[in-house]
């Protein structure tokens, strides 16, 4: 047989974003997320969906950082891409930017089968901050979309099942530290791109598991589930059993009939083949399907009124046409965390493909029925488990050439533990710099102090760490990192603590008092909380040693957070004070001017407040839910919201 699959590396350019540095900070603060259920939505709900819901959500976004640095000036950039193609498909794939897909093209008709941004524009959607729309992404971690989203995977040729080349992606997701890999393959002659996926809980305790597959495809359809309920969930955070496919007389499986940004679960019946569609109006399109272990399905839209238009004009540039997401998961929502055991795995397979099939017919069993059918021909339902049963033990092979590299977490945890974790090697050449003083402190028992003066590295925060930190010489660096490993873990007290004893023989004292900063806002002592964070700005300004991109972010990082803690505190004068000893490249920021006509407003120069608004600029990583914007305009005056400041979500927004 002749195997004609081909995986290549390509280059492509399109105006793109600068990613720009991480947040120096430890995120100690709760996740301010917008999936969370009210109490009074959890009767009618299957036993096992309430009892998932409850199952260890994600409390804290340690030891990740915010990645807020991007901003909105687009250029033509050079992003690496590995592509794999045979005669009926080309998948091309952004290794560089969490693995995506970007583009699957069905090359017999020359449809893109799915919605490809045309630019690269980070906006603050993931839950570590940078989130780009467009493709097929893969969201492992917790609810939402992965930290993932802009970070390099490893990736490297394989053998496939079918005796040509798989393109593998792999790395370790640090939220749950657990490692995953996603394996791509297109067999000869397939109009189906097939998709394996494993993530394994190597340790001694079970482990919550998350894994939604979200797939951008064009607005202008109608998406075909085998059900005939769904679970919806809004920003009102109400979730709703609710009929399919019409809902208050309107249907919802075509992403435009809504006014509003939703989340529909479908209730896929047991037994029933798994499988999600979008076509559009002459019948062409996407289809999802795979395994059974991947139970969940979803559609997610912007919704047709003035936010979320404003959102999908943000998220790319003007001209392109909306998107909505469908999506395969896990669990029956996106609001569950499934329990891994120890040294358990769990693994299923995927499929992409072309589907015709008629999106209207006498009624919605009837057109359901039909797809289905259609699909069971281009692709029947025992090929898929098949495929998948072929995979697995593929799933073990070593790597060939390597195609790309991510992190160097994953060797880090298996330097300490010694774990073998075939198919998924995390080898000693992949730590870096952020990675060598926590393994000198695993090789020695001591966290070494740094060499030169500069924002400290990141924490680790798993027991583990923890209690190497705890028996480590208690320098004050030491006891910094300690301090936010207790933090996580939430032993607050004992945080503070630590933090505290570090301050009399710490050379650097700001990220310190930062940190008592937030325990005191997060306590409820906001004066002392902006004593804290006036004394720590006043240290780093002292402290900073040339304006470089690590010395500027952390002082626009901490001069954000110490001019909100000014302003709610009333001590407008002293947030005067740090506003003035910014850069002016950083007051000139987006979120920077937000601030500016906030602190104009508490001065009580309201005319000046207004001016800033009226001058128009964006506040690049403004979150997805976010009310800041009108919150403040609502304060300024009685005039509606302009509709390039309307980014609002909610039915009762607007």
Not at 129 to 155: D, F, K, Q, R, V
Not at 305 to 322: A, K, S, V, Y
Not at 394 to 401: F, M, S, V
Not at 568 to 592: H, I, K, N, S, Y
Request: aromatic share 8%; net charge negative; charged share 30%.
């Amino acid at each position: 047989m002749v195997i004609v699959t081909e995986i290549r590396r390509e280059v492509i350019t399109l105006p793109a974003a600068q990613l720009g540095p991480d947040n120096p900070l430890p995120p100690l603060r709760p996740l301010d997320e917008t999936h969370r259920v009210e109490d009074r939505d959890r009767g009618d709900m299957p036993r096992d969906m309430a009892r998932q819901l409850d199952y260890e959500p994600l409390r804290s976004l340690l030891p990740v950082r915010v990645r807020d640095g991007y901003g909105r000036t687009r250029e033509p950039r050079a992003l690496k891409a590995l592509v794999i193609e045979n005669d009926r498909l080309r998948a091309t794939v952004l290794p560089g930017l969490g693995g995506r897909i970007a583009s699957l093209v069905h090359l017999p008709t020359g449809r893109e089968l799915l919605y490809r941004n045309p630019v690269f524009q980070p906006a603050n959607f993931a839950l570590n901050g940078a989130w780009y729309s467009g493709g097929i992404e893969w969201n492992i971690g917790a609810t939402g979309h992965t930290t993932l989203s802009c970070a390099p995977l490893h990736a490297a040729r394989v053998p496939a099942p079918d005796g040509g080349e798989m393109l593998r992606l792999w790395e370790w997701e640090r939220l749950r530290d657990l490692p995953f890999q996603v394996d791509l393959w297109l067999p000869e002659g397939s109009d189906f791109l097939y998709v394996g996926v494993r993530i394994r809980n190597p340790h001694e305790r079970p482990a919550p598991a998350y894994w939604w597959s979200n797939i951008a495809v064009p607005e202008d359809r109608r998406v075909l589930a085998p059900a005939e309920e769904a679970w919806q969930f809004g920003y009102e955070r109400r979730l709703r059993r609710v009929p399919v496919p019409c809902h208050d007389g309107v249907d919802r499986t075509r992403p435009l009939n809504s006014r509003y940004a939703a989340d529909y679960f479908y209730e896929v019946p047991d037994g029933r083949r798994r499988w999600i569609a979008a076509l559009d109006a002459d019948g062409h399109g996407l289809v999802q399907t795979s395994t059974d272990v991947l139970r969940g399905r979803k559609l997610f839209v912007w919704g047709s009124g003035p936010g979320g238009r404003r959102w999908q004009e943000w998220l790319t540039e003007p001209g392109t046409g909306g998107y909505c997401e469908i999506q395969a998961g896990l669990a029956r929502t996106q609001l569950e965390h499934v329990r891994l055991e120890p040294g358990s795995e769990v693994s299923w397979l995927e499929a992409y493909g072309p589907l015709d099939a008629a999106p209207e017919g006498p009624s919605w069993p009837a057109v359901v029925q039909g797809a289905e059918d259609r699909l069971a021909a281009v692709l029947p339902r025992a090929r898929v488990e098949r495929a998948y049963t072929d995979w697995l033990p593929c799933a073990d092979t070593e790597p060939g050439e390597r195609l790309a590299t991510g992190s160097g977490w994953g060797a880090l945890e298996v330097a300490r533990a010694g774990w073998k974790l075939p198919g998924t090697p995390f080898p000693e050449a992949t730590l870096g710099e952020a990675q060598t003083p926590w393994l000198e402190l695993l090789r020695t028992g001591s966290l070494p102090e740094p060499r030169r003066v500069r924002p400290p590295g990141e924490t680790l925060v798993a027991p583990h760490w923890r209690d190497m930190l705890e028996t480590a010489p208690a320098t004050p660096h030491t006891e910094y990192h300690l301090g936010i490993a207790q933090w996580h873990a939430g032993d607050r007290a004992q945080a503070v603590r630590s933090w505290e004893r570090a301050v009399p023989l710490a050379p650097s004292l700001w990220p310190l008092l930062r940190c008592l900063a937030v325990a005191d806002e997060e306590s409820g002592h906001h004066e002392r909380a902006a004593d804290r964070y006036t004394e720590a700005f006043d240290d780093l300004c002292r402290e900073r040693r040339d304006n470089g991109e690590a010395w500027t972010a952390a002082v626009a990082a901490l001069g954000r957070e110490a001019l909100g803690a000014l302003l709610r505190a009333g001590r407008a004068e002293q947030a005067r004070t740090v506003w003035e000893r910014l850069l002016p490249d950083v007051r000139r920021r987006g979120p920077f001017r937000l601030l500016e006509a906030a602190l104009l407003l508490a001065e009580g120069r309201r005319a000046d407040a207004r001016a800033v608004l009226d001058e128009g600029f964006e506040v690049a990583d403004l979150r997805e839910g976010a009310d800041v914007i009108e919150l403040l305009w609502a304060r300024l005056t009685d005039e509606p919201l302009p509709a390039r400041l309307d980014f609002r979500m909610r039915p009762d927004a607007g």
